[in-house]
DNA sequence: TTTTGCAAAATTGCATTCAAATTTGGGATT
DNA sequence: AATCCCAAATTTGAATGCAATTTTGCAAAA
C-alpha cells in the first residue's frame, strides 16, 4: 500500500545534498520531541511521523534507537517507543549532572578566558541585571541562558559542549515550566549567586567557579521540584 | 544468498528473551570495537560483521548510529563507518570530560556515603597501595579502575554512571596503553592523589574531592599524552 | 613505467516485505 | 450485563530488495 510519494524529491535544492537522510531526520526529531509536538510519556506513533517527514520506517528508527541512547526517549521492546516522562528522581539527577556539566565548563573558563572574554559575559550579566530591576521575566531567562551558554563556549571543549547542549535539550520543557511558575522567591536569589560565578571567574578561580555554578544548577532543580510538585496537588 | 543461519536460536535460553536484538547487537559491537577487534581509524565491514553476528544489516546499522553519536565511532556518508581514531586534542578533551564525571561523582559522593562505604574504599585505596610496594602494577592499575568505579557507584546518579561508563569505554584502548608506557614517574604521584582522595573523602569535603579528581585525571591525561608523543616519535 | 578512463563489482542508504508479537473487536458463555 | 475467548487487524522488529554512489580492476594512452 503506497498511497504518498515515495521519493520525496526535493527540486529546491538541486545543490549536492552534503547531510544524510539520517542525521536530518535525526534532528528533526529531536525538536519535534522537545519542542513538546509529543506529550510526556505519550506514544509516538511510527507510521505516521513516516508520512509527516515523508520517509520510510527505517531512518526513523535508526533515529527512535539514538535518542533513546541519549535518554529522551523509551523503547519498549515489541510495544514501540514513547516520550521518555521524568519522575522528580530523574529530574534531581538530570540537573545534577547538568551542575557536573556547567561546573566543569567554568573550571575550564578560567583556565582560557581572555579579558575580551570575560568583559563580555560581564555585559551580559548586566543586560541580566536590568532586566532583573525591570521584572523582565523573558529576557532576564533569555539572558541567563546566554551567560550558561557563554561560559560552555569559553570552555572550548567540544565534547563538553556536545553533552551539555544534548543534556539541555532534554531539560529545556521542564526547565520551561519552572520559569512560569516561579514566584520569584528563588530570583533574586538566583542573581546573587550569578554575582558569585562572575566574582570567581575574574578571580579565575576554578574551584570556586566550579562549586557555585554546581550548587546554583541545584538550586535551580530544587526550584524546579518544587514547582513540579505544586503542580501535581 | 544466505549460507548461515538466519535465525540465531538460543535454546539455552527458552525462557523470555528480555533483550532486543538491537541492544544485544550495540552491547556486542560496541566490546568488539573497545576491545581492539578494529584498528583505530579502520573501516567496519558491515556486510562481513552481519555475518559474524549472525544477524542482517539493519540491527547493525542501528548500533552504528548509536556508537557514532557515542563518538566511538565516524560515519561518513555514502562511505560507511570507521573507528573514530582519536588526535591528542581529542585525548585531552575527552580526559578532562572525564574528570568532570569523576569530580561530580566525588562530590555526590560526599553527600551520601556510608561510614561502610568509606571503609569499602579505603580498603580497596589499601589493597592498591600493597600492590604499589610490591611492583605489581597489573593489579594495581585493577584495583585503581575498582576504587573510580566504586566512587561513582556510590554517588548514585545513574544518569552520571551511564554517561561516564561509556565516556570510560571509549577511553579504554587509550588508557590501557598508557599504563604499558608508564614509566613509573607518574606511580608515585598518582599514589600520593590518592591518599588526598581518601582524605577528602574521610572528610566529605566534595570541594577538596572534585577538585582534587579532577587534577588527578588531568595529570593522568597528560602521562598519556606523554606516552602517546613517545610511541609517534 | 606511470597516469587516465571507464565499466564491472561492491557497498551504501533507504524502501519494502515478512514473520512474530500485540492490540482490538466482537460474540459466546455465564 | 459482565467476563472471557479468540480470530482479525495493527504494529513491531528484522530481513531483504533496489537504486544510487563509491571503489576496484584493468586496459589504453602518455
Keep these: 500500500m503506497v498511497e504518498f510519494a515515495t ?53 526513523l528508527r535508526e533515529a527512535l534507537k539514538v535518542l533513546a541512547s541519549d535518554g529522551l526517549v ?12 521524568l519522575s522528580a528522581h530523574d529530574i534531581k539527577e538530570l540537573f545534577d549532572l547538568m551542575g557536573g556539566f556547567e561546573a566543569l565548563a567554568g573550571r575550564l573558563a578560567c583556565e582560557r578566558i581572555t579579558e575580551e572574554q570575560f568583559e563580555e ?12 530591576l525591570r521584572d523582565d521575566r523573558h529576557h532576564y531567562f533569555r539572558t541567563n541562558q546566554l551567560i550558561h551558554d557563554k561560559i560552555l563556549e569559553i570552555s572550548g571543549n567540544s565534547a563538553l ?22 514566584k520569584g522567591l528563588r530570583w533574586a536569589e538566583a542573581v546573587r549567586e550569578h554575582e558569585q560565578i562572575i566574582d570567581a571567574l575574574r578571580r579565575r578561580d576554578a574551584d570556586a567557579l566550579a562549586s557555585i555554578l ?3 544548577l541545584r538550586n535551580k532543580s530544587a526550584a524546579v521540584l518544587r514547582s513540579y510538585e ?4
Excluded at 523503547?75 to 516520550?83: D, E, H, S, T
Aim: net charge neutral.
Design 74 to 85: 523509551e523503547l519498549m521492546p515489541n510495544r514501540g517507543a514513547r516520550v521518555r516522562s
Design 7 to 59: 521519493q520525496v524529491e526535493n527540486p529546491a535544492e538541486s545543490g549536492q545534498q552534503e547531510t544524510s537522510l539520517h542525521s536530518e531526520v535525526l534532528e528533526r526529531l529531536r525538536d519535534y520531541i522537545v519542542e513538546g509536538n509529543i506529550p510526556e510519556g505519550g506514544r509516538i506513533p511510527e507510521r505516521q511521523l513516516c508520512e509527516t517527514f515523508g520517509i520510510s520506517r527505517t531512518p
Design 121 to 132: 559575559v560581564l555585559s551580559l550579566h548586566t543586560e541580566m541585571y536590568g532586566h532583573y
Design 230 to 233: 505544586e503542580a501535581y496537588r
Design 214 to 216: 554546581f550548587h546554583h
Design 161 to 182: 559542549i556536545r553533552s551539555a547542549r544534548s543534556l539541555s535539550a532534554s531539560l529545556r520543557r521542564v526547565r520551561y515550566a519552572a520559569n512560569l511558575d516561579d
